[in-house]
């Protein structure tokens, strides 16, 4: 969301992004921690976030594991806008069977030909993957043919579908912001680390990070203001 940000930013994206970096500089200590001893089949966890941005279109979020660790992430803005959490969802697939393909193809070519699963939290996406328009309704007769893609992946057994609870969706990480608990377990799924772990605010010292914030303001403000001055000097001269 940040990186979208950056042409036209207000003081609202500002604050945010000090929380971020806040949250950087207090969790150091926190590693992602690769445990591959057991690489038996991959595992998508695939999401779909609705009408999350300012143009309404969705995001697109997954996670790869495989043994006891996550190994491939992905987030992104889907391109085209949705009528609801459904069709949002079925489109984050499609967003992410590329990367699916190669991820089975790369670990084929290391002698690793393994089964790959698709993890879905919405029974009614689930449906429209499995049986495309057999399954189609009045709200999403209108989808594009190339979204059932998976369908036909579906039904040669290049890929596998099973159902996943929505608070064991670890996609949810990259599809909308999260905090308190939901984001400690997360995390913890994620990086494969024990939970709890000591969390701590991702604002840290919030005094601190207040005065900081000020001081960086005013010291944007007299930056600017003698920059126009110079400007105003030389057009004098």
């Known amino acids: 969301f940040m990186t979208m940000r950056v042409k036209d930013p207000d003081m609202d994206d500002w604050h945010k992004l000090v929380r971020v970096l806040s949250y950087l500089n207090n969790s150091l200590e926190i590693t992602l921690t690769l445990v591959c001893d057991k690489i038996d089949k991959l595992s998508w966890y695939i999401d779909g976030s609705y009408a999350s941005h300012m143009d309404r ?8 594991t495989t043994g006891q660790c996550s190994v491939l992430f992905k987030s992104c803005k889907q391109k085209v806008n949705t009528r609801s959490s459904t069709e949002t969802e079925l489109i984050a697939v499609d967003d992410i069977l590329p990367t699916v393909q190669w991820a089975k ?19 009614s996406t689930m449906l429209l993957m499995r049986n495309g328009r057999l399954s189609s309704g009045k709200r999403t007769k209108h989808l594009d043919i190339r979204y059932f893609f998976v369908k036909d992946l579906l039904g040669r057994g290049v890929i596998t579908l099973s159902h996943c609870l929505s608070n064991n969706m670890i996609a949810d990480f990259f599809t909308k912001p999260i905090q308190g608990q939901r984001f400690q377990i ?51 001269s």
């Not at 990086?191 to 005013?218: C, F, W």
Request: aromatic share 6%.
């Open 186 to 236: 997360l995390r913890s799924l994620i990086m494969n680390i024990d939970y709890p772990i000591g969390h701590r605010s991702v604002l840290g010292n919030k005094e601190k990070t207040d005065a900081q914030l000020n001081e960086s303001i005013a010291r944007d403000s007299t930056d600017r203001v003698q920059t126009e001055i110079y400007m105003e000097t030389e057009t004098g």
């Open 105 to 123: 193809s790369f670990m084929a070519e290391q002698g690793y030909d393994l089964q790959t699963e698709i993890m879905e939290d919405n029974r």
């Open 57 to 64: 279109r969705g995001q697109s979020g997954a996670v790869l």
